[in-house]
């Protein structure tokens, strides 16, 4: 029989069978050849390396809400370019819930994990007020670590992994922005960090959390699919004059977590950033961060790759 699912599974809930029953085979008609449901058209589209998105009114946009988000359209683009209908999405960091939402409109199954009970319910609430009559997927979150996520799905189950994730403790300090000191939005001096959970990557060093998200992926490696993706979208920031490069720090950590990168996506925010003040004028030029970040396209190397790698990590091993 199959396992009937809540929209939400919280850490008291200790009678829940794991590892979840939840479908990932596909239900199109699509070639087994086929990366996506994608027309050729629809194809050609996606392949700009620079994408661009709007806002619609499902979006959660209030950082009283979640700190931050991102627009629906943008995770379905990434759910419709590396997954099938049917098939089974993850996100380790699901915050609000778009990839939920994203998910639940393009008919893939998904499983969403945060540490924070107050998110989870904002993803069911979500979920609910989107849910259509007729479905055959579902969509659900779990309060509980990402370190923990490879008790709950089971090896070679997921066709995409898409998260957000916290970015070091860039949002752990009193907002300064100049194009925030005329806004009367509440944001000048507040710090925006989800949590002080010690677990929570947001609270971290770039070194701590870099190490910390190699932990994470190293098991979720297992779960994916061979070939299936992983897309992870981060930004860089500014720290005391130096420029932190999270996502050169990430892409380093991934690939010796077994990880190849496929593709660096840029994500232009121009046409949703608020006003913006100067920066840098006239002696110290910095570009505008929140006018782009990036979307670091991962994949699990193929079975025959992996176990050319092994072989050659084991006779190097030996020769040393």
Not at 73 to 86: A, N, T
Not at 113 to 135: M, P, V, W
Request: aromatic share 10%; charged share 25%.
């Amino acid at each position: 029989m199959e396992q009937i699912l809540p929209r939400i599974i919280y850490q008291s809930d200790k009678d829940i069978k794991k590892p979840l029953e939840i479908s990932y085979e596909k239900t199109c008609d699509c070639t087994p050849n086929k990366l996506n449901c994608m027309t050729a058209k629809e194809w050609i589209k996606s392949q700009l390396g620079v994408w661009q998105f709007t806002y619609e009114k499902r979006d959660i946009r209030n950082k009283e809400i979640h700190p931050a988000t991102f627009p629906i359209s943008l995770s379905k683009r990434v759910i419709e370019l590396f997954s099938h209908q049917g098939e089974l999405i993850l996100d380790p960091f699901v915050g609000s819930g778009t990839t939920l939402i994203a998910a639940q409109d393009l008919n893939r199954n998904a499983v969403g994990f945060d540490l924070q009970e107050k998110y989870l319910q904002i993803c069911s609430e979500r979920l609910d007020n989107n849910a259509g009559l007729f479905t055959n997927t579902w969509q659900l979150a779990i309060q509980d670590d990402a370190q923990n996520i490879s008790s709950w799905i089971s090896p070679e189950s997921l066709s995409l992994i898409w998260t957000s994730p916290p970015y070091a403790n860039l949002l752990n300090r009193s907002r300064k922005n100049k194009s925030r000191r005329n806004r009367d939005n509440g944001q000048l001096g507040k710090i925006e960090q989800y949590s002080q959970d010690e677990r929570d990557l947001g609270t971290m060093s770039l070194e701590d959390y870099t190490v910390a998200m190699g932990d994470i992926f190293e098991k979720l490696l297992p779960l994916l699919q061979p070939k299936a993706h992983c897309v992870i979208n981060v930004p860089d920031m500014w720290w005391e004059n130096t420029r932190i490069t999270i996502h050169v720090s990430l892409i380093e950590e991934l690939r010796k977590r077994g990880y190849e990168l496929r593709n660096i996506i840029i994500w232009d925010r121009t046409n949703i950033v608020n006003q913006i003040g100067i920066f840098g004028w006239p002696s110290n030029y910095i570009t505008m961060g929140v006018t782009y970040e990036y979307l670091l396209d991962f994949w699990r190397p193929p079975k025959d790759v992996q176990s050319e790698e092994d072989t050659s990590t084991i006779e190097s091993t030996t020769l040393l």
